[in-house]
Antibody
Framework: QAQLRQWGAGLLKPSETLSLTCAVY????????WGWIRQPPGKGLEWIGE???????NYNTSLKSRVTILIDTSKNQFSLILTSVTAADTAVYYC????????WGQGTMVTVSS | DIVMTQSPDSLAVSLGERATINCKSS????????????LGWYQQKPGQPPKVLIY???TRESGVPDRFSGSGSGTDFTLTISSLQAEDVAVYYC?????????FGQGTKLEIK
């Protein structure tokens, strides 16, 4: 059974760049979409985007101008980059493998505050 | 984008009673080539990532109690808990994975009456 472990900076100032990485342990790295989801405090789940093994990406329409998802198949890792963050980007960020029968990371709390 | 709408937003049910959560999509999630509905249900408890309950609209994930069931097709789906247990208190989300962006419903908070 695959496991996802994620890490990245937890405190950012407005206008800085958020960068999170998710490493995949066990299971196949190919044949899946690898995605990011976030959840502001006390609110629902928001899908951010996804990437497949070949590097093809899809992004949330509302975040598209600020989001980049990258994949490093040699390390079985994928990353989220979100530029020009504001307080509205404060959330728990999750990485995930696939959809439907998804496997989720443990989540990383990211706070944007001056 | 496909819009997912859950109802109700919150629900209080007595222990042992049935709980029903609905999810409606703005377009069909049924893929005709394989006759599968690209709809999943998640359970989320405080401080935890969402847990998969149901995928393909009605397939129960391994280890999920059989009191949880999913039904529906096309644009209308239902998650049913046949006999509510105390440990089922959580927020429940549906998600479509038919097309990107793979949108979620707004969530339904389930409590004990």
């Amino acid at each position: 059974q695959a496991q996802l472990r994620q890490w990245g900076a937890g405190l950012l100032k407005p206008s800085e760049t958020l960068s999170l990485t998710c490493a995949v342990y066990g299971g196949s790295f190919s044949g899946y979409y690898w995605g990011w989801i976030r959840q502001p405090p006390g609110k629902g789940l928001e899908w951010i985007g996804e990437i497949n093994h070949g590097g093809s990406t899809n992004y949330n329409t509302s975040l598209k101008s600020r989001v980049t998802i990258l994949i490093d198949t040699s390390k079985n890792q994928f990353s989220l980059i979100l530029t020009s963050v504001t307080a509205a980007d404060t959330a728990v960020y999750y990485c995930a493998r696939g959809w439907g029968r998804a496997i989720w990371g443990q989540g990383t709390m990211v706070t944007v505050s001056s | 984008d496909i819009v997912m709408t859950q109802s109700p937003d919150s629900l209080a049910v007595s222990l042992g009673e049935r709980a029903t959560i609905n999810c409606k999509s703005s377009q069909s999630l049924l893929y005709s080539s394989n006759n599968k509905n690209y709809l999943g249900w998640y359970q989320q408890k405080p401080g935890q990532p969402p847990k998969v309950l149901i995928y393909w609209a009605s397939t129960r994930e391994s280890g999920v109690p059989d009191r949880f069931s999913g039904s529906g097709s096309g644009t209308d789906f239902t998650l049913t808990i046949s006999s509510l247990q105390a440990e089922d208190v959580a927020v429940y989300y549906c998600q479509q994975y038919y097309d990107p962006p793979r949108t979620f419903g707004q969530g339904t908070k389930l409590e004990i009456k």
